[in-house]
């Protein structure tokens, strides 16, 4: 037998071993991505100096994107009052609507600025994390990102809608409807990003599944509680009493939380 076909061979059997092995992968390798990439080890208040570098450079990110935001306050108000259809809007005090502008150009500047913001908490937290948590950044700052404005979209097209409806409809033919723009702003503001937030639940189901924490049959055992939990969070963040959006925003929560079930089953936990 030649060397070249020796070698073949042999290359053959280690390829076979591998696809039919349980563990496909040397342990060596599975020890290596639980370990900290080597790194230079930092003390106390070096870390204390990283922490606050990685803040202000996150809060002038905030201060430019509401900066170039306050420059289209205007067309930005105009998008938001859209839902209100047929509403007048008036300034109760003075600076009343320059406060509003601030106010909607601060939460569309944290909006702009989440892409730095979530970089800087990436590089403060990432020295500490092993190989195998690196893996997961990626699919996590996609995930989260997507979803997020998925509720923000969710929130301005099905939630704000609903509830103008009803407080619209609501004592229609007895008062006239005349809103104040800083409360109709604060209505509309605080469930946008509230709704944001609640989007990311499939995320955080992941990560405590990949970290062990949870499991997918742990979290079905509970869902009568998730049922009650996600009326109190509709009740809670929706500012409206009405229940066609609270029953919204919990459907939603709902779908979410056995959406991420579902695929922290699909990822074997």
């Known amino acids: 037998m030649?060397?070249?076909?020796?070698?073949e061979l042999q290359s053959t059997d280690e390829l076979s071993t591998a696809l039919w092995s349980p563990d496909p992968y040397p342990s060596d390798d599975n020890d290596e991505l639980e370990q900290l990439p080597a790194e230079l080890e930092m003390s106390f208040f070096d870390h204390l100096e990283e922490l606050r570098q990685r803040i202000f450079y996150a809060i002038i990110a905030v201060a430019i994107g509401a900066a170039g935001c306050f420059v289209y306050a205007k067309q930005i108000v105009q998008v938001l009052e859209i839902p209100a259809i047929?509403?007048?809007?008036?300034?109760?005090?003075p600076g009343e609507y320059f406060f509003v502008?601030?106010?909607?150009?601060?939460?569309?500047?944290?909006?702009?600025?989440?892409p730095v913001v979530l970089y800087q908490i990436i590089q403060f937290v990432i020295p500490g994390l092993t190989r195998r948590e690196r893996q997961l950044v990626l699919p996590v700052v996609v995930g989260s990102s997507v979803l997020f404005v998925a509720g923000i979209a969710f929130a301005y097209?099905?939630?704000?809608?609903?509830?103008l409806n009803f407080l619209i409809g609501y004592g229609e033919d007895v008062v006239e409807q005349a809103w104040s723009i800083?409360?109709?702003?604060?209505?509309?503001?605080v469930l946008l990003f509230?709704?944001?937030?609640?989007?990311?639940?499939?995320v955080v189901q992941i990560l405590l599944s990949l970290l062990g924490i949870l499991s997918s049959k742990l979290m079905l055992s509970g869902w009568k509680s998730v049922v009650v939990g996600s009326m109190v969070v509709g009740a809670i963040v929706t500012p409206s009493t009405d229940p066609l959006t609270q029953s919204l925003l919990a459907g939603a929560?709902?779908?979410?939380?056995?959406?991420?079930?579902?695929?922290?089953?699909?990822?074997?936990?």
């Open 157 to 163: 097209y099905a939630l704000i809608p609903a509830a």
């Open 182 to 189: 800083d409360r109709y702003f604060e209505f509309v503001l």
């Open 2 to 7: 030649t060397p070249e076909v020796d070698t």
């Open 194 to 202: 509230a709704t944001g937030l609640l989007f990311e639940l499939p």
């Open 253 to 269: 929560v709902l779908a979410l939380y056995f959406g991420g079930v579902g695929v922290v089953k699909l990822l074997g936990k």
């Open 86 to 93: 047929g509403i007048k809007f008036l300034q109760l005090a």
């Open 101 to 114: 502008s601030v106010k909607v150009a601060g939460y569309c500047g944290l909006l702009v600025a989440s």
